[in-house]
């Protein structure tokens, strides 16, 4: 039984001073592999490295939205960073009106360059959703009327709209600690109606650790407790959860080749 994380953060401080551990831990723990996310331009080449030093890790390529103001790369960047093998995706992008560390036009424009990024390169799309679900839905709704797009909502904590909106266009959704936190009943209510073949689980690490872990800093291998809790709320084995959302990571994230046995 082995789960994909496919959301972490390896090049993080948290997790990249002790990244060789980190690596073992989550072997011990099941986690036969990795997506590790990029955030800024500066740190693509760092994201790249790590995916090319470990065969079962993959990477994005992307400027999260709290960087869209000051860290903006054109459609064409996108796409030339892409290109290397063990790139799988784009992003992390979306909008974030939680913290607003961007001004929302920056963001917009961030996230419409990399959804024409996603379309040319043929790749899945990373989106990040915090108190902005109706304006990713009519992003997303338009940018796919440009040409297909597919990706994931990561780290899913919005209301049932957007996530009927994404899967209806195609995405995935994946479920993050949030789902083990006590206060988090309206997305336990919502994972249930989430297809099967469309669910992914992630750590978001080194971020949001599950209980009983809060309060510590995550890392992949804690990825366990979401998923334990993810096979408690939609009533199926671990075993085949495990199964079916290793299987959704390779089917998104097509060039990512099936870990070895």
């Known amino acids: 039984m082995t789960f994909v994380d496919s959301h972490c953060h390896l090049d993080f401080e948290a997790l990249a001073k002790d990244r060789a551990a980190v690596l073992a831990r989550a072997k011990d723990a099941g986690v036969g592999a990795m997506l590790t996310i990029g955030t800024r331009r500066n740190n693509a080449d760092v994201v ?15 400027i999260h939205p709290h960087e869209a103001d000051n860290d903006r790369l054109m459609v064409e960047d996108l796409v030339r960073m892409s290109t290397h093998p063990k ?11 939680y913290y607003e560390n ?3 036009d920056g963001q917009l ?11 040319e390169a043929k790749l899945p799309l990373v989106v990040h959703a915090r108190d902005a679900d109706s304006d990713v839905a009519q992003v997303l709704k338009e940018e796919s009327h440009q040409g297909a797009l597919c990706g994931v909502l990561h780290c899913f904590s919005s209301g049932w709209d957007l996530a009927r909106v994404a899967l209806d266009l195609g995405f995935y959704v994946s479920i993050s600690g949030i789902v083990t936190f006590k206060n988090a009943d309206d997305l336990r209510a919502i994972v249930p109606k989430i297809p099967l073949d469309r669910l992914l689980i992630e750590t978001d690490a080194p971020f949001l650790a599950p209980a009983p872990h809060r309060g510590r800093a995550n890392e992949p291998a ?40």
């Open 48 to 62: 790249k490295a790590i995916a090319d030093a470990n065969e079962n890790v993959w990477c994005t390529v992307g």
């Open 109 to 119: 424009t961030s996230f419409r360059a990399h959804c024409a990024a996603a379309r």
């Open 222 to 261: 804690l990825l366990v407790h979401t998923a334990g809790r993810v096979a408690e709320v939609v009533a199926i084995p671990l075993e085949r959860l495990a199964e079916q959302t290793t299987a959704n990571f390779h089917r998104l994230f097509g060039r990512a080749q099936r870990p070895l046995a």
């Open 87 to 97: 790139v799988v995706g784009i992003g992390e992008t979306g909008l974030d009106y």
């Open 102 to 104: 961007a001004s929302r």
